[in-house]
């Protein structure tokens, strides 16, 4: 009922509601310029400290300090990445790398995909105590273990090795929560009771079933593993020596001396990222791939 001297309420538009019932559900939505022109400034703004390496890469060190400093690639560019190649032994310092990120990545995925496994689907007496306990390593701060870890490792005999920096971080607590929490969403109860109707153990549950639906964020996980064993410096700067470095052990000595050269520290820099833009290059769609499954499953 409408008051006197009003127009009467407008009549019910069934296919109106129906078309914006549907806005939203399942379509994407257009940016206009302004949403490109921001992608366009955030996407530069990611590019400028590569392209910056780039550049100081390929001059000398005058030019490098010259203000304003260049903005375009110089001739040195060969010349500064062979000699940072021949003062810091970066060959022997990338393949101790590679086998570094590898076997700690290799290691998490194994590790935390099992542990990630029981404690979202099995049932066992102090599974959330276990957990609790887990989460709360998170927040002891890693330099709190460095001395006793390190009088551990020169016990074992391990000093300047790459045991003493692969074997303390084969499982971590974040891979494990993150794997968990994936796998609440992505792994029904009902697969795995199918498969047990059929006969299969808990080996072939975890080979068939829980490794296909945990490969999403085996990639998300294994990119994040391998990116942080790749670029840490801390304790691998404790526990190995000059004779056999990572490749970040190595670049911190091109600039350990008094006037360290900026071209050639800025030229091992390059050498150190190219690795992870072809590991990003070749797994890149997975990793996406992996990163939208999460998000759909959350």
């Given at each position: 009922?409408?008051?006197?001297?009003?127009?009467?309420?407008?009549?019910?538009?069934?296919?109106?509601?129906?078309?914006?019932?549907?806005?939203?559900?399942?379509?994407?939505?257009?940016?206009?310029?302004?949403?490109?022109?921001?992608?366009?400034?955030?996407?530069?703004?990611?590019?400028?400290?590569?392209?910056?390496?780039?550049?100081?890469?390929?001059?000398?060190?005058?030019?490098?300090?010259?203000?304003?400093?260049?903005?375009?690639?110089?001739?040195?560019?060969?010349?500064?990445?062979?000699?940072?190649?021949?003062?810091?032994?970066?060959?022997?310092?990338?393949?101790?790398?590679?086998?570094?990120?590898?076997?700690?990545?290799?290691?998490?995925?194994?590790?935390?995909?099992l542990a990630g496994y029981a404690f979202a689907k099995m049932r066992f007496r102090?599974?959330?105590?276990?957990?609790?306990?887990?989460?709360?390593?998170?927040?002891?701060?890693?330099?709190?273990?460095?001395?006793?870890?390190?009088?551990?490792?020169?016990?074992?005999?391990?000093?300047?090795?790459?045991?003493?920096?692969?074997?303390?971080?084969?499982?971590?607590?974040?891979?494990?929560?993150?794997?968990?929490?994936?796998?609440?969403?992505?792994?029904?109860?009902?697969?795995?009771?199918?498969?047990?109707?059929?006969?299969?153990?808990?080996?072939?549950?975890?080979?068939?079933?829980?490794?296909?639906?945990?490969?999403?964020?085996?990639?998300?996980?294994?990119?994040?593993?391998?990116?942080?064993?790749?670029?840490?410096?801390?304790?691998?700067?404790?526990?190995?020596?000059?004779?056999?470095?990572?490749?970040?052990?190595?670049?911190?000595?091109?600039?350990?001396?008094?006037?360290?050269?900026?071209?050639?520290?800025?030229?091992?820099?390059?050498?150190?990222?190219l690795p992870l833009l072809v590991v990003f290059v070749v797994f890149g769609k997975?990793?996406?791939?992996?990163?939208?499954?999460?998000?759909?499953?959350?």
């Open positions: 009922m409408t008051a006197p001297g009003l127009p009467p309420a407008p009549l019910s538009d069934p296919a109106g509601r129906r078309r914006r019932l549907q806005l939203g559900a399942g379509q994407q939505l257009k940016g206009g310029p302004y949403t490109y022109l921001a992608l366009i400034v955030v996407g530069l703004g990611s590019l400028f400290p590569l392209y910056w390496t780039l550049v100081a890469a390929s001059h000398d060190q005058q030019r490098v300090l010259d203000s304003p400093p260049p903005l375009i690639p110089g001739g040195n560019l060969f010349s500064n990445l062979e000699a940072a190649w021949e003062q810091a032994n970066l060959g022997k310092a990338i393949v101790n790398s590679f086998i570094v990120s590898a076997s700690i990545t290799a290691a998490t995925l194994f590790f935390c995909t102090g599974r959330g105590a276990l957990m609790t306990a887990v989460i709360a390593t998170l927040t002891i701060p890693p330099q709190l273990s460095v001395v006793p870890l390190f009088m551990m490792m020169s016990d074992i005999g391990w000093g300047g090795k790459l045991e003493s920096v692969i074997f303390p971080t084969l499982v971590g607590a974040f891979g494990v929560f993150f794997m968990r929490q994936y796998l609440l969403e992505a792994l029904p109860y009902e697969l795995i009771e199918a498969a047990k109707m059929d006969g299969a153990n808990n080996l072939r549950i975890v080979w068939n079933v829980v490794l296909p639906a945990a490969r999403p964020a085996m990639m998300v996980l294994g990119m994040l593993t391998f990116v942080q064993a790749w670029n840490d410096f801390f304790w691998p700067f404790l526990a190995l020596n000059q004779e056999n470095p990572t490749l970040q052990v190595a670049l911190g000595q091109l600039s350990a001396s008094y006037t360290p050269d900026q071209s050639i520290v800025m030229a091992g820099a390059l050498i150190s990222t997975q990793i996406v791939g992996g990163i939208m499954a999460g998000a759909v499953k959350g």
